[in-house]
């Protein structure tokens, strides 16, 4: 009977080291997913930003034509 408290006692030790090890790769993971939507935010504005200067001049010229 010891033995076997003894082994899921282990069992539960390593669980609990398992959810540990989620929990903070779960945090990493929020992090990061956080950073690459800022990135992919500042990008997508960056690129409408580049389109909009690009088109505007090019729009112009054709109202005066």
Do not use: C, M
């Amino acid at each position: 009977q010891g033995e076997q408290l003894d082994n899921i006692q282990h069992h539960v030790s390593l669980a609990n080291a398992y959810v540990d090890r989620g929990t903070k790769q779960l945090v990493s993971a929020k992090k990061t997913q956080s950073r690459t939507r800022k990135w992919a935010l500042v990008i997508i504005v960056a690129l409408l930003v580049i389109i909009a200067l690009i088109l505007v001049p090019v729009l112009k010229s054709f109202k005066t034509s």
